[in-house]
């Protein structure tokens, strides 16, 4: 009789892959995922420490589940609150454990169970030193994995039925800095895979991709790729930038959006922002605003500053938060604005679009080429394609009417 495993994840989507594989790779023939901690022998999770306020949900999270019976905790959370977390039934991963999984640990791991892996996690660490980031104090320098086992893992998953892979971390322009294999052949191999799929490709730091910006472009040609980006500038002021530490200036960001926009117009662009940053002032404010007018991205991850333990920022106080809030609300405005005209823009296009997931009601959610969310009234099956007309913008997503 095999062991009952929970599990929960939360936070990037690095650290839900990263928790995915960690299980697969613990878990033995007999053993089966449930859907209740109550029920499970083994309780493991994933855990988030970008923000405070993730940080004190995620101690909350962590008694809860404790209270069940043996967890197991990964992720960011241990490395940087180990020695304050002293809860009866629990085991957390040590930081020496957490950088070894990335020396060889995730390698040969076998996908036995894909409902509980979100992608496959690439490398540990980046190459930055942002004076605000938690997440390079948890995961260190940077360490890239196997091109052919992260290849190999991909392979395992569309073996086992899976349609859309996804490949993740901190910045996967940063792949293979320490080991000379970069990120758009990384792609390249992944596409050459003989299976109908797609591929999502994580988050990329600006000055890393800038650095590989053309070779990027040819590998996100391949039919597999979602011409999807997400580039986190953080802000559009050159000089909260130099504060931060970012290493780069507002002009590298508009430069990758101009030449990505330019060979695929249809692109969907995210970003992030970080409201209420020290020194933040209106004049930063307004640069903030002009980015986001004038690359308009699809998606806008917007996060109030939030000083964090063992960063440089920790001392530092962010502006009066009735500016923060304002500051925050404008940005939320603008989004909502481009994302209306954005997504109003496809109105009455025909696509051709595969189903990534069951919606609620009898619906389908589809994805178009660019990782677009489109809902359609049927009940589809998974990873089936359609062409579909758009008849609606609605929010945050599209409406297609199936024309097959």
């Not at 180990?82 to 629990?90: F, V």
Request: proline share 4%; glycine share 8%.
């Amino acid at each position: 009789m095999g062991r009952k495993i929970y599990v929960e994840s939360y936070g990037c989507s690095l650290q839900k892959g990263e928790t995915g594989l960690y299980v697969n790779g613990m878990m033995e023939r007999d053993d089966s995922i449930v859907h209740t901690p109550e029920e499970a022998d083994m309780r493991v999770i994933g855990t988030c420490a970008v923000i405070r306020k993730t940080e004190n949900h995620m101690l909350e999270r962590i008694g809860a589940l404790s209270d069940s019976g043996p967890t197991r905790v990964i992720g960011c959370l241990p490395p940087v609150s180990m020695n304050s977390i002293t809860m009866k039934n629990i085991e957390m991963m040590s930081p020496l454990e957490f950088r070894g999984l990335y020396k060889g640990a995730l390698d040969d791991v076998e996908i036995k169970e894909t409902s509980i892996l979100d992608g496959i996690p690439i490398n540990q660490g980046c190459t930055g030193s942002c004076n605000y980031c938690i997440s390079r104090v948890a995961r260190g320098k940077l360490l890239s994995r196997n091109a052919d086992k992260i290849s190999g893992q991909v392979r395992m998953q569309i073996e086992r039925g899976v349609r859309e892979v996804r490949i993740s971390s901190l910045d996967t322009a940063a792949y293979g800095k320490d080991t000379g294999i970069r990120l758009p052949e990384l792609i390249d191999r992944i596409c050459s895979i003989p299976y109908d799929f797609r591929l999502r490709v994580g988050m990329m730091e600006p000055k890393n991709t800038a650095e590989i910006l053309e070779k990027l472009i040819e590998s996100y040609r391949n039919t597999h790729v979602y011409k999807f980006l997400h580039i986190p500038v953080q802000s559009g002021d050159d000089r909260i930038l130099e504060s931060m530490n970012r290493e780069y200036v507002a002009e590298v960001y508009y430069s990758i959006v101009r030449k990505f926009r330019e060979i695929f117009p249809d692109s969907v662009l995210s970003t992030d922002i970080i409201s209420g940053y020290p020194d933040d002032d209106e004049e930063s404010f307004g640069n903030t605003m002009k980015l986001l007018e004038t690359s308009e991205p699809d998606i806008v991850n917007i996060t109030r500053f939030s000083p964090r333990q063992y960063t440089k920022d920790f001392s530092r106080s962010p502006p009066p938060s009735n500016h923060v809030k304002r500051w925050s609300q404008e940005y939320t405005k603008i989004h909502h604005e481009i994302l209306e005209k954005r997504l109003s823009g496809q109105i009455g296009k025909r696509k051709n679009v595969m189903v990534t997931e069951m919606g609620r009601n009898g619906t389908s959610v589809c994805r178009d080429d660019s990782y677009r969310p489109i809902v359609v009234r049927d009940k589809l099956d998974l990873y089936s394609r359609h062409e579909v007309e758009i008849v609606e913008a609605s929010g945050t997503y599209l409406i297609g009417k199936i024309q097959n």
